[in-house]
């Protein structure tokens, strides 16, 4: 596959191309937007503090700023593939430029993507079961809360890997040093203990096949933030759609420690 | 030493106990405060995630609130055994209680300490020299600017901590598992390189002697703050004295990623 700089990436988009951004610019952290109105950003930036496996806060956009270092040069308008409009907690729109819902009071999180710890799992051996399948990976509403902020509450959302009984101590380890990125998990083993009745229905994302040693493995999902859009009903949130995220300039290694 | 639980310690202050906080209840997370108007609350919220080494926020208390997990039972305003009040940045008043200054719109950040990842490079054989002198840690203002966030800007300030040449990389690793608590030092020998003239004469804090192999390795701190409140000059803050932490019921092992 041709790799494409971050900032080429972004151009395409920019220029009307739709596509999930899995595998796009390898080795650059991808990110999730939810952008909502100056009114509710102490209150979300508070929630992001208060859960920072859910919501890890890579960048914010303050009301005004359309760019940031993590996009230099670009315009967080339109430089992601596609976007969610939402109002009082409903989705209602979806296109591929957020220009004419976006608001001069709008302030903008960039919310850390489980990609970037996916490329060291595979690169310590590590296989992912969604990636190998070509699915997208599934995720589920649990029934563990997120620690409230001012207006914001909501279920945790997970992402599900299910990985050999002899790798789930190195997946352990190896996201563990990701603690910007989700980290390591929230929950190993018994989806009941998660209310996750059946595996096979994910609630968002596709569901993926197991092997006979795997042991499902569950983290902590950006993805929550939307879940909690939905729970809280701000007058307005715009988000990316799932699977297409904002191809930051941060390389992963950025997000490591050891 | 007797060893007390933090509710105890802080019962003791809370009592009219005024003493530096170094070695007390050891393995539970100290941490500083900085309490500001909720006008001023999203900037700094912003400021923090944008500075997470020198500004680590182990929790936040929302206007109204004087308590948290993070001191069950107890109450900000009375339980860290020295207060200091600022107005329009200048320090204008110290005391042991802080309820005469409290208002009921003060948001107060609890920011991560040093002490924690001290203790961790003891366990690990590395000796502390300001603890070994009897002193307190060396700290200075640099030449470099934190990452601006609405009204807050200002320099970092670090801590300095001499190292034996042959445990430097041990200190790195080891400081590096605690990005909750300023994690990795941010600069490793020549002080000049950051504007620092003279180890021996530091901007907050005490001198400390080198061994001859000890180089200088600098921490980002929780004092750095009090520099932003400085050259920022909210209308009101009010944080605790150097030295003179809230000791929280979080144990140092919470923050540690492998």
Chains 1, 2 share one sequence.
Not at 7 to 16: L, T, V
Not at 93 to 110: N, S
Not at 132 to 158: C, I
Request: with cysteine; net charge negative; aromatic share 8%.
């Amino acid at each position: 596959m041709e790799r494409l700089t971050p900032s080429a990436e972004r151009a395409r988009f920019r220029a009307g191309l739709i596509t999930p951004t899995s595998g796009l610019a390898p080795g650059f952290a991808q990110a999730n937007l939810l952008a909502l109105p100056q009114e509710d950003a102490f209150d979300f930036l508070l929630f992001a503090q208060r859960n920072p496996k859910p919501c890890p806060l890579l960048g914010v956009l303050e009301a005004g700023e359309v760019s940031s270092p993590l996009l230099a040069g670009g315009d967080i308008r339109t430089d992601i593939p596609s976007y969610r409009l939402f109002r009082d907690g409903e989705l209602v729109d979806e296109a591929p430029v957020a220009t004419d819902w976006w608001r001069e009071d709008l302030v903008a999180f960039l919310i850390g993507c489980s990609f970037t710890f996916e490329g060291a799992l595979q690169d310590n051996g590590i296989r992912i079961a969604h990636i190998d399948q070509g699915r997208n990976v599934p995720m589920y509403r649990t029934n563990v809360d997120t620690v409230p902020a001012g207006r914001f509450s909501g279920p945790l959302v997970v992402s599900m890997r299910p990985i050999p009984a002899r790798q789930v101590a190195d997946a352990v380890r190896i996201t563990s040093r990701y603690p910007a990125v989700h980290g390591a998990p929230v929950h190993i083993g018994d989806p009941a203990a998660l209310g996750i009745t059946d595996l096979s229905r994910p609630d968002y994302g596709d569901a993926v096949d197991f092997m006979d040693d795997d042991v499902p493995v569950f983290w902590a999902c950006g993805v929550t933030p939307q879940a909690v859009v939905a729970a809280s009903r701000p007058s307005l949130a715009i988000s990316h759609s799932p699977g297409h995220m904002l191809i930051t300039d941060a390389r992963d290694l950025t997000y490591q420690v050891p």
